[in-house]
């Protein structure tokens, strides 16, 4: 290490690390890090914490705060460090040493910056956030914070329903962040110049009227002493808009981040160059929160991608290319794409990856096209619904004998084993809907077989249970009782054990439905369930998205204390299903997405009536494009 920064804790730090397991990810300086100066004036200087709850391993690969690490860090007048959550072990040492929560960067106490923005992709991250801010000095609650802490403001998917959350944050941005995070550090910086008129709530309120943050001290949710249902949500500010909006970036060729991603000292999920090739989803796959809240579409063009990814590997010496996106085989330009990638990489050490579980030839093409000349990866579908309804219901336009053509071509070509991803749980479904799994998974390995004329085939068949998410058209949906989905997995294993010699060749990787009991009440929860997120994180709750911590007991039994209090139970939050009339936590917050839509579109699911991609036929007004004045964007003539 260089020397430490004037005020880094690293002093205090370093002697905790032989207590800590993987003490690496508390170090910083990885390449393309950055920690600029910090003896700017502070009122010119915008200086934000950029927070990943979770582990390093999870968290330094995050594309969204990559991106905005650089944004910001460009700026003249803003700075960002990152921080990441602390394992038990190093909590407690730095809890014993009296050890602030800090960035890697610099290794500044978190309660010195400006603002602290979290992003939150998995409602299993919320304990952790409370780990964050109680390390910092934080008052958990916002409305006992003091005017010179930093402003806690949340984003990422579990933005779109925070209110679970409300006590412990100030604000949430939903949607894209590279343009208003720029638009926020110009608000706060006018604000600190301007001498901070009105303390912290002056900034809060200039940040709501201006649409860039929901808050939600400025909302006051009344509820039916009957029903315990939400009966209605007011603004309780002047300054707080009637719907806060998702933020969108039409043109992500303008975005060309990260330019030199993060290459980390420790073991990561993803180690590689990402280019994220296009945002959004149009396959209105029912279930998906991610396809939903990020309508419409929108593609970068192929030479900006050639050119970011030809970066990327010079600024990082990653040997593999990873092209993101939510279904990475529908960029209309993927195949002239992949060609123009493969041809420029061949016969080097850099390897491509596309993630896509579509099941036809076309992506078959793909991974061929990819994989030229190097070495295969396996091969992955995702028919999600075990049975042919099942997948109208949930809308994954996929029927089995599309999914035996394509392994059939799969195996012809020398592949010898397949990964298959089912759900369990879904809306209407029946045991033998579960059940179907293994004949399909049995087809795939008879016509492995029969095609590569050989018995060395093998499928697996990996499912977890269905939690139904908020601006989805399965946000009215029950949530199928643990018990049930546990059923319906048992009698599943059954089926495959009943193929004989052929079910050996299968492999069931199947989640327990408990679990998605506890994502089930954070997903869909109102603000009434913080209390139970922080009474669990007080009772030890943490890193609950991690088999081997998540404790379940603890889970229900404090949801059972605390919500009976208010003559609520798990089961009410996930287990009952909701009617139209039902206000939902999140109905105040505008993804964009028609309530009648998406209900038409819950009313068709149970018809097992699908719905075709918009990208490709004729629009049916799900409300995205004419509410935010947004547009399909095609990198065809890009
Ligand atoms: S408004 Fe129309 S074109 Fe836009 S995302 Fe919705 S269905 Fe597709």
Same mark, same amino acid.
């Given at each position: 290490m260089t020397q430490p920064e004037p005020d880094s804790l690293w002093p205090l730090i370093e002697p905790l690390l032989t207590e800590a397991h993987d003490p690496v990810q508390y170090l910083g300086g990885e390449l393309n890090s950055r920690s600029k100066d910090w003896s700017q004036d502070q009122s010119e200087t915008i200086r934000w914490v950029l927070a990943f709850p979770d582990a390093y391993s999870v968290a330094v690969p995050n594309q969204g705060l990559q991106m905005l690490y650089e944004i910001i860090n460009e700026r003249p007048d803003a700075l960002a460090e990152r921080a990441y959550a602390p394992w038990p072990d190093m909590e407690q040492a730095m809890r014993r040493a009296g050890v602030e929560w800090f960035t890697v960067d610099s290794h500044r106490p978190a309660s010195r910056f400006d603002i602290i923005g979290l992003s939150l992709s998995t409602e299993l991250g919320y304990t952790n956030l409370l780990t964050c801010l109680d390390l910092s000095g934080l008052a958990l609650h916002a409305k006992d914070r003091r005017q010179s802490d930093p402003l806690v403001i949340v984003g990422g998917h579990c933005a779109f329903n925070p209110e679970p959350l409300a006590d412990f944050i100030d604000g949430a941005v939903l949607g894209d962040g590279e343009e208003v995070v720029g638009a926020i550090t110009d608000s706060t910086r006018q604000w600190k110049e301007q001498g901070k008129p009105g303390g912290r709530a002056g900034l809060l309120e200039r940040l709501a009227r201006a649409d860039l943050v929901y808050v939600p001290a400025f909302y006051t949710v009344g509820y039916d002493e009957?029903?315990?249902?939400?009966a209605q949500v007011f603004p309780n500010n002047p300054a707080a808009a009637p719907r806060p909006t998702k933020k969108t970036v039409l043109d992500l060729d303008e975005w060309q981040y990260p330019k030199a991603p993060l290459v980390p000292f420790a073991e990561t999920v993803h180690e590689r160059a990402s280019v994220e090739i296009f945002r959004g989803c149009l396959r209105g796959c029912r279930f998906c929160q991610a396809g939903m809240i990020t309508r419409p579409v929108r593609e970068r063009s192929a030479p900006v991608i050639e050119r970011m990814a030809q970066k990327a590997i010079a600024a990082t010496g990653f040997d593999e290319v990873g092209l993101l996106s939510l279904s990475s085989a529908d960029h209309s330009q993927i195949a002239k794409l992949a060609k123009t990638m493969a041809d420029h990489y061949e016969g080097s050490q850099t390897g491509l990856s596309l993630p896509s579980t579509r099941v036809d030839a076309f992506n078959l093409e793909l991974a061929q096209e990819l994989h030229r000349g190097g070495r295969r990866s396996g091969l992955t579908f995702a028919p999600e619904g075990g049975s042919e309804r099942m997948r109208r219901v949930i809308n994954k336009q996929v029927t089995e004998e599309d999914l035996i053509k394509t392994v059939a071509t799969a195996f012809g070509q020398g592949w010898r084993s397949v990964k298959l991803y089912f759900m369990c749980?879904?809306?209407? =479904? =029946?045991t033998a809907d579960v059940t179907q799994i293994a004949a399909l998974a049995g087809r795939v390995i008879a016509t492995g077989r029969a095609t590569a004329g050989h018995k060395d085939i093998s499928c697996t068949v990996s499912i977890g249970p269905f939690v139904p998410k908020p601006h989805t058209p399965f946000q009215w949906a029950a949530q199928c009782p643990p018990a049930v989905v546990d059923e319906r997995l048992a009698a599943l294993r059954q089926a495959v054990a009943a193929l004989g010699k052929p079910g050996r060749a299968i492999t069931i990787r199947a989640a327990p439905g408990r679990p998605a009991m506890l994502e089930g009440l954070l997903a869909r929860g109102d603000r009434r369930v913080g209390t139970v997120i922080e009474a669990a994180w007080r009772a030890g709750a943490r890193f609950d998205g991690w088999r081997e911590y998540l404790d379940m007991d603890l889970w229900e039994e404090t949801a059972a204390i605390v919500l009976a209090e208010r003559g609520l139970s798990l089961d009410w939050y996930t287990t009952r299903p909701r009617d139209y009339d039902e206000v939902l936590p999140?109905?105040?917050?505008?993804?964009?997405?028609d309530r009648d839509w998406l209900w038409d579109d819950w009313v068709a699911a149970t018809a097992a009536e699908g719905v075709e991609d918009c990208r490709w036929s004729s629009c049916y007004d799900c409300g995205v494009c004419t509410r935010l004045g947004t547009e399909i964007q095609l990198a065809v003539g890009l």
């Amino acid at each position: 290490m260089t020397q430490p920064e004037p005020d880094s804790l690293w002093p205090l730090i370093e002697p905790l690390l032989t207590e800590a397991h993987d003490p690496v990810q508390y170090l910083g300086g990885e390449l393309n890090s950055r920690s600029k100066d910090w003896s700017q004036d502070q009122s010119e200087t915008i200086r934000w914490v950029l927070a990943f709850p979770d582990a390093y391993s999870v968290a330094v690969p995050n594309q969204g705060l990559q991106m905005l690490y650089e944004i910001i860090n460009e700026r003249p007048d803003a700075l960002a460090e990152r921080a990441y959550a602390p394992w038990p072990d190093m909590e407690q040492a730095m809890r014993r040493a009296g050890v602030e929560w800090f960035t890697v960067d610099s290794h500044r106490p978190a309660s010195r910056f400006d603002i602290i923005g979290l992003s939150l992709s998995t409602e299993l991250g919320y304990t952790n956030l409370l780990t964050c801010l109680d390390l910092s000095g934080l008052a958990l609650h916002a409305k006992d914070r003091r005017q010179s802490d930093p402003l806690v403001i949340v984003g990422g998917h579990c933005a779109f329903n925070p209110e679970p959350l409300a006590d412990f944050i100030d604000g949430a941005v939903l949607g894209d962040g590279e343009e208003v995070v720029g638009a926020i550090t110009d608000s706060t910086r006018q604000w600190k110049e301007q001498g901070k008129p009105g303390g912290r709530a002056g900034l809060l309120e200039r940040l709501a009227r201006a649409d860039l943050v929901y808050v939600p001290a400025f909302y006051t949710v009344g509820y039916d002493e009957q029903s315990k249902q939400i009966a209605q949500v007011f603004p309780n500010n002047p300054a707080a808009a009637p719907r806060p909006t998702k933020k969108t970036v039409l043109d992500l060729d303008e975005w060309q981040y990260p330019k030199a991603p993060l290459v980390p000292f420790a073991e990561t999920v993803h180690e590689r160059a990402s280019v994220e090739i296009f945002r959004g989803c149009l396959r209105g796959c029912r279930f998906c929160q991610a396809g939903m809240i990020t309508r419409p579409v929108r593609e970068r063009s192929a030479p900006v991608i050639e050119r970011m990814a030809q970066k990327a590997i010079a600024a990082t010496g990653f040997d593999e290319v990873g092209l993101l996106s939510l279904s990475s085989a529908d960029h209309s330009q993927i195949a002239k794409l992949a060609k123009t990638m493969a041809d420029h990489y061949e016969g080097s050490q850099t390897g491509l990856s596309l993630p896509s579980t579509r099941v036809d030839a076309f992506n078959l093409e793909l991974a061929q096209e990819l994989h030229r000349g190097g070495r295969r990866s396996g091969l992955t579908f995702a028919p999600e619904g075990g049975s042919e309804r099942m997948r109208r219901v949930i809308n994954k336009q996929v029927t089995e004998e599309d999914l035996i053509k394509t392994v059939a071509t799969a195996f012809g070509q020398g592949w010898r084993s397949v990964k298959l991803y089912f759900m369990c749980g879904l809306p209407t =479904e =029946e045991t033998a809907d579960v059940t179907q799994i293994a004949a399909l998974a049995g087809r795939v390995i008879a016509t492995g077989r029969a095609t590569a004329g050989h018995k060395d085939i093998s499928c697996t068949v990996s499912i977890g249970p269905f939690v139904p998410k908020p601006h989805t058209p399965f946000q009215w949906a029950a949530q199928c009782p643990p018990a049930v989905v546990d059923e319906r997995l048992a009698a599943l294993r059954q089926a495959v054990a009943a193929l004989g010699k052929p079910g050996r060749a299968i492999t069931i990787r199947a989640a327990p439905g408990r679990p998605a009991m506890l994502e089930g009440l954070l997903a869909r929860g109102d603000r009434r369930v913080g209390t139970v997120i922080e009474a669990a994180w007080r009772a030890g709750a943490r890193f609950d998205g991690w088999r081997e911590y998540l404790d379940m007991d603890l889970w229900e039994e404090t949801a059972a204390i605390v919500l009976a209090e208010r003559g609520l139970s798990l089961d009410w939050y996930t287990t009952r299903p909701r009617d139209y009339d039902e206000v939902l936590p999140w109905d105040h917050l505008d993804a964009g997405l028609d309530r009648d839509w998406l209900w038409d579109d819950w009313v068709a699911a149970t018809a097992a009536e699908g719905v075709e991609d918009c990208r490709w036929s004729s629009c049916y007004d799900c409300g995205v494009c004419t509410r935010l004045g947004t547009e399909i964007q095609l990198a065809v003539g890009l």
